[in-house]
């Protein structure tokens, strides 16, 4: 332990026994305990629990070394602050050290937090990162409570239930959403697991129950329509349900509901490689995490098949997966990272992914700069059509989404042929006239892609001399596309599938340079096939296929 870490836990020795305790406590009652520890089943990034080992705590692009580590410094504000204020890391550092070798380390860094934190409501008491907090102190409580220390133990422990207080009172303050859900349930899993807290679970239940309800569509997917906190809310959930059965009390039967829906949604956005397709500034993230999660969470669901609020339909046959945005954008209100995507799709063929959307930084911190962010965001950016190159929902100055598609209408059926989507939106109906009609066929030998894209004219407002658009089919990283000899074709060959051909009636295929953000939030190169046509007043139809060669 370094000089610094022994002056903290001095300090916090401290703040247990001398009088700065009753401002952690409020009085000098006994300690309080946990009544039961519950069991974390997903298993951890071992690779960022050895960097936390080695001293470094890792986010995304961005690192920090916990020797130097200071939480007021670090805040509570930004992408690597959060994630080392909630402290999920401790599933990682449990992944790549045994209970002995990693509770040196989490100590001190708890210790850390309570000098920083503990005896002062501050921006780390927020809501949402008291209930992220409270789900992963008590999950791994054998690492951040192993010490004799019994000051130490009593300031953390007091600090714990101090904190599920402030959550009782604040929680409905959190932002509507996953933060609120995750507020609540840290509420649920103090009142469960601390000492004297039994009295307070149907409190804190029907507060999660609220804050569920507003969160979810009815089809069990965020009204934010961002994959990655999907992901999350899965995550939070199993954490839940862990914390019941360790308490021996059985999850009401509207929470149950609740999470197998979530899980359901979830699955309608994974790909072949099991990593999440890229909606809404988000990216696919890390598919071994993703899977931990999804494996992890206790629960059992199919992938969603008729999605209502969530909107990401999703068609598979033999290992070729095709996820479509057939839904209006979220509300501006439920976050900043909307786009505009509307009938975009992502396709994989087993692990490869194919056809893709450029994607974006998600929840992570990031180094590309701000205009590049907002441009990922644009219709240009998702695979889909573009008419004259505009959004076909206006993204404003200050990030949040703005006019355009209000409404989409969607028919799905399935025979013993095919899948077929059919869904138009009115995106383009104000400023050219236009709705957008796109129709997706996958087969059932999961061989063959066709689509159908289709402007057709509503209203008056129609251009004499023709509209300009574009369909453009992003190629995830690693895809290389050759034009055939007549200009209406092209072979995309990859690392992980057979070769694919792509073929357009009725007009030229074009090549352009793209670029696709991974799992890491990194961009890379890549390209992009295009389709540009020109929409008379009478409207435009383009059709188009991918089919494997083998």
Not at 301 to 315: I, K, M, S, T
Not at 360 to 366: D, E, I, L, S, V
Not at 391 to 409: C, E, F, H, M, P
């Amino acid at each position: 332990m370094s000089a610094r870490d022994a002056a903290a836990r001095d300090v916090v020795r401290k703040l247990a026994k001398g009088s700065l305790l009753s401002r952690l406590t409020g009085s000098r009652r006994q300690p309080l305990r946990l009544t039961a520890v519950p069991r974390d089943h997903v298993h951890g990034d071992r690779r960022a629990g050895d960097a936390l080992l080695s001293g470094t705590f890792v986010c995304g692009p961005e690192t920090l070394s916990l020797a130097d580590l200071d939480f007021a410094a670090v805040g509570a504000d930004g992408p690597v602050a959060e994630q080392l204020q909630g402290f999920s890391w401790l599933r990682d550092l449990a992944a790549a050290a045994t209970r002995e070798k990693g509770a040196k380390l989490a100590e001190a860094v708890v210790g850390r937090w309570l000098l920083a934190h503990g005896t002062r409501v501050d921006a780390a008491w927020r809501p949402e990162l008291w209930g992220e907090r409270i789900l992963f102190w008590t999950a791994y409580a054998p690492y951040i409570l192993s010490s004799t220390d019994s000051g130490y133990r009593s300031a953390l422990l007091n600090t714990l239930a101090r904190g599920a207080r402030h959550l009782e009172s604040n929680a409905e303050r959190a932002p509507a959403g996953l933060k609120r859900v995750t507020a609540w349930a840290g509420a649920v899993a103090a009142a469960l697991l601390v000492q004297g807290g039994v009295a307070r679970v149907a409190r804190a239940e029907s507060g999660l129950g609220r804050a569920l309800s507003s969160a979810q569509s009815d089809d069990g997917g965020l009204i934010s329509r961002t994959p990655w906190e999907q992901a999350l809310l899965v995550d939070r959930l199993g954490l839940l349900r862990s914390a019941y059965f360790a308490a021996k009390h059985t999850p009401p039967e509207s929470f149950e509901t609740a999470a197998a829906a979530a899980l359901s949604a979830l699955h309608g956005v994974i790909l072949g490689d099991g990593g999440l397709s890229s909606w809404e500034g988000g990216n696919a993230g890390s598919s071994a995490r993703l899977t931990a999660i999804v494996e992890g969470c206790g629960m059992r669901a199919r992938p969603l098949r008729q999605p209502r609020g969530w909107g990401f339909h999703r068609l598979s046959a033999l290992g070729t997966i095709v996820v479509m945005d057939a839904a209006p954008p979220p509300a501006a209100k439920t976050g900043s990272s909307g786009s505009a995507s509307t009938l975009a799709f992502e396709l994989s063929d087993g692990p490869q992914r194919l056809i893709v959307n450029c994607g974006g930084p998600g929840a992570g911190p990031t180094l590309m700069p701000p205009e590049l962010v907002s441009a990922l965001r644009t219709t240009a950016a998702h695979s889909t059509v573009t008419v004259a190159d505009s959004n076909s929902t206006a993204i404003l100055s200050d990030g949040t989404l703005g006019k355009g598609v209000t409404d989409v209408l969607i028919d799905r059926t399935e025979d013993n042929d095919s899948s077929r989507i059919e869904a138009s939106h009115d995106g383009y109906s104000r400023s050219f006239g236009l709705t957008h009609r796109r129709s997706l066929v996958l087969g059932n030998d999961g061989k063959e892609l066709r689509g159908i894209d289709e402007l057709a004219p509503k209203g008056r407002r129609r251009s004499k001399d023709g509209t300009s658009f574009a369909i453009r089919f992003h190629l995830a990283h690693g895809i290389e596309p050759t034009i055939t000899a007549d200009g209406m074709g092209a072979i995309l060959r990859s690392p992980s599938a057979p070769p694919w051909n792509f073929r357009s009636r009725g007009a030229a295929i074009g090549v352009e340079e793209s670029l696709v953000v991974d799992g890491h939030g990194i961009p890379h190169r890549t390209m992009q096939l295009v389709i540009n046509g020109e929409a008379a007043a009478s409207g435009a139809e383009v059709h188009w296929q991918f089919r494997r060669s083998s």
